[in-house]
């Protein structure tokens, strides 16, 4: 019996040591993760409530300091970003509401919002199969006389990355000039190490911002828009993209789902920027409003960069980034030009192009078909590529003031909210002695019934 008993003792010991062994990592970890400032309760705090993710843009006089300045609202963590200004903080979701309705009153606070998620603009496609008709529709052939795209102009694609081995992408992705490749060394000072073909924004499974160079498509969206806009042309193979001549930056802000962050796609558009991008691609696209995405829009406008944005496949208002007035928002017709019933509409929809049943290349080193504003965004930007590659004198504004002039009207006579100034077409665009066109406000267009106003 005695010996029983001690065994019983014995079993017992064990499972309490085995406990504190399991029960120790966990709490470190959840250390690891408290800001420096942050109280031991806090981390508590955090480790049990969901978190959620606050972007700060602080006031000028509070960036030295920005630890003295976010101090009163005990993140677990925060993060500078690319975008002038702004920082990213984590805190638990039960402190959202509060923190926000402080910081409307924090004298070293400009704006604050919760980081939301956008999506993949891209429609699940039907039985409407048919072969590559997008660029035969704006007939991209007969501006291909005048210009198939010059290397030095670079459209960033921020998506889901690309397929960086398919042979029909073999030498169309943009290559960092300033990078040695593999040696580990940031050589051009960018703050990026080994950025070849790009970068990777995004954020870990704990939540912790991290970077990185490997931008491989783990989806398949991001590979086909990259397709659509610089897939070889005339190499015998596969498909022709808009501006086969042209080169893509790939930057990776969307996820193995499709997902990402607003702040993922604002760093990212500002790394476009700085790093020479002429032409941004936003195939995607969320229903909430965003400050930091609007700053980011504007950064890249007021440096000369191009920001070309799927209006969304809801059916209904336009989505964000689209939506602001410093994007070319692009809808979705079919091989009649007609507008696809999922396309987003609204004042906001400057032009319209196909997004139905859209051949392009697809991971595996294959070609395969997709539908949604997703698919229509990346023609324009192609076209844009090509009109930059004819006219490097021209600015941001007159290539976006160029593409609306000359595109096709498909609908209402002039603009309509449904494909906004009409449907593209790339050898009206490069024929850059299109100077006037007539134009047809909707009856009774003032004030906010009016469409986007002409550049």
């Given at each position: ?43 508590t705090?955090?480790?049990l ?18 630890s ?19 920082i990213?903080?984590?805190?638990p979701q ?19 919002e919760e ?46 990355g690309?397929?960086?081995?398919h ?103 500002v ?8 032409i ?66 609204g ?38 590529a090509?009109?930059?590659?004819q006219?490097p ?9 160029q ?8 609908g ?20 850059v ?23």
């Amino acid at each position: 019996m005695p010996n029983r008993s001690l065994q019983s003792l014995a079993r017992i010991a064990l499972a309490a040591l085995l406990a504190v062994l399991m029960i120790h990592p966990t709490e470190a970890a959840v250390a690891t993760k408290a800001a420096p400032d942050a109280s031991s309760g806090f981390a508590t705090e955090a480790h049990l409530s969901p978190r959620a993710h606050l972007l700060v843009k602080l006031r000028p006089q509070a960036r030295t300091e920005p630890s003295r300045a976010l101090s009163p609202y005990a993140f677990e963590r925060w993060t500078p970003l690319l975008v002038p200004g702004w920082i990213r903080g984590t805190l638990p979701q039960t402190r959202l509401a509060r923190s926000m309705a402080e910081m409307a009153h924090d004298p070293n606070v400009i704006a604050a919002e919760e980081d939301h998620r956008v999506q993949t603009a891209l429609e699940p496609n039907d039985s409407h199969w048919g072969q590559q008709w997008g660029p035969t529709k704006v007939e991209a052939p007969a501006a291909w006389d005048v210009t198939t795209g010059d290397p030095s102009v670079v459209v960033a694609v921020l998506d889901t990355g690309a397929d960086v081995d398919h042979s029909d992408l073999a030498g169309q992705l943009w290559v960092n000039p300033g990078e040695v490749p593999g040696n580990g060394l940031d050589d051009d000072g960018n703050g990026h190490i080994d950025d070849i073909n790009g970068w990777r924004f995004g954020h870990d499974a704990d939540d912790n911002p991290y970077g990185s160079n490997v931008v491989d498509d783990d989806h398949g969206h991001g590979t086909h828009v990259t397709g659509i806009i610089v897939a070889r042309g005339n190499n015998g193979q596969g498909i022709a993209g808009m501006a086969w001549g042209c080169r893509v930056m790939v930057v990776k802000v969307l996820d193995h789902k499709g997902d990402g962050y607003y702040s993922e796609v604002a760093n990212g558009l500002v790394y476009a920027t700085d790093n020479g991008a002429r032409i941004a691609n936003l195939s995607l696209g969320g229903p909430e409003k965003s400050q930091i995405v609007e700053d980011a829009i504007d950064y890249a406008n007021a440096h000369d960069t191009v920001v070309i944005a799927a209006a969304g496949n809801a059916g209904s208002a336009v989505l964000y980034p689209a939506a602001y007035a410093g994007a070319v928002a692009v809808a979705a017709t079919d091989q009649d030009d007609q507008r696809l019933s999922f396309s987003c509409y609204g004042l906001e929809v400057d032009l319209a192009a196909p997004g139905s049943a859209i051949y392009s290349t697809c991971l595996g080193n294959r070609y395969c078909y997709m539908s949604g504003t997703s698919m229509a965004t990346p023609h324009v930007a192609g076209l844009a590529a090509l009109l930059r590659s004819q006219r490097p004198d021209y600015t941001g504004v007159q290539v976006t003031q160029q593409l609306r002039s000359s595109a096709q009207d498909v609908g209402s006579p002039g603009w309509d909210e449904y494909t906004g100034w009409g449907r593209i077409d790339a050898p009206r665009t490069l024929s850059v002695t299109h100077t006037s066109c007539t134009i047809y406000l909707p009856i009774g267009a003032v004030g906010q019934d009016s469409p986007r106003p002409w550049p």
